[in-house]
């Protein structure tokens, strides 16, 4: 069974600096998806980055990387430039592409502070 | 349309009681997720709907709890002589698949407190 660790139960960052999030991730799939979420204090969760395990190139949204390590089943975030609206919880988050599973595997979130 | 809608958003109840929440997702999404999150941890997986279909059921989900999506609209998620630890934050979420993989958009969630 896949599992998604992330190893970071809270994080913090002074506004406009740099700082990156964790996770690992065991699974025995050569293909799969995986994420990273944002769920603001008392707001919806919504997708921040996602990436593609066939592709190689890692992807970036705006001040959001990820550094995706393949075989050290690593998936990490890097957010540039933080801003205060960058604070909430994180979580990576894990998708099979087999047909017909289409069950998504959270970890158990990085909070992230944004000090000012 | 305005994303993922749940009602209602909190709810309280005694042990014992049964209780039903409603999931409203985007119009044009067929797949329907059902999550279960306590404080301090992520979303855990409890079922998925593809249309009308429940494909996927955790074992997570006793016995006790039930889900449907009539017509591959709405769906509902009824929980069954309710025990102090349902108590937790019921998210749902709505896909589509676009290219290789689908996106989920998230509702706000349903509060549950079991006294």
């Known amino acids: 069974a896949q599992t998604v660790t992330q190893s970071q139960p809270e994080m913090s960052v002074q506004e406009a600096e740099t700082v990156t999030l964790s996770c690992t991730y065991d699974t025995s799939e050569s293909d799969y998806y995986l994420f990273w979420y944002k769920q603001p204090p008392s707001r919806q969760m919504i997708l921040v980055i996602r990436q593609e395990a066939y592709k190689q190139q890692n992807a970036t949204e705006n001040r959001f990387s990820v550094n995706f390590q393949k075989a050290a089943k690593s998936f990490s975030l890097k957010i540039s430039d933080s801003q205060l609206g960058d604070a909430a919880m994180y979580f990576c988050?894990?998708?099979?592409?087999?047909?017909?599973?289409?069950?998504?595997?959270f970890g158990t979130g990085t909070r992230l502070k944004v000090l000012a | 349309d305005t994303g993922v809608s749940q009602d209602p958003r909190h709810k309280i109840t005694k042990r014992g009681q049964n209780v039903t929440f409603r999931c409203d997702p985007i119009?044009?999404?067929?797949?329907l997720y059902w999550y279960r999150q306590t404080l301090g941890q992520g979303p855990e997986f409890l079922t998925y709907f593809q249309n009308e279909a429940q494909l996927e059921k955790s074992r997570l989900l006793s016995d006790r709890f039930s889900a449907e999506r009539p017509k591959g609209s709405f769906s509902t998620l009824e929980i069954q002589r309710t025990e102090q630890g349902d108590s937790a934050m019921y998210l749902c979420?709505?896909?589509?698949?676009?290219?290789?993989?689908?996106?989920?958009?998230f509702g706000p969630g349903t509060r549950l407190t079991v006294l």
């Open positions: 119009s044009e999404h067929n797949r």
């Open positions: 979420a709505s896909t589509v698949e676009v290219g290789p993989t689908d996106t989920q958009y």
């Open positions: 988050a894990y998708r099979s592409p087999v047909s017909g599973t289409y069950k998504y595997i």
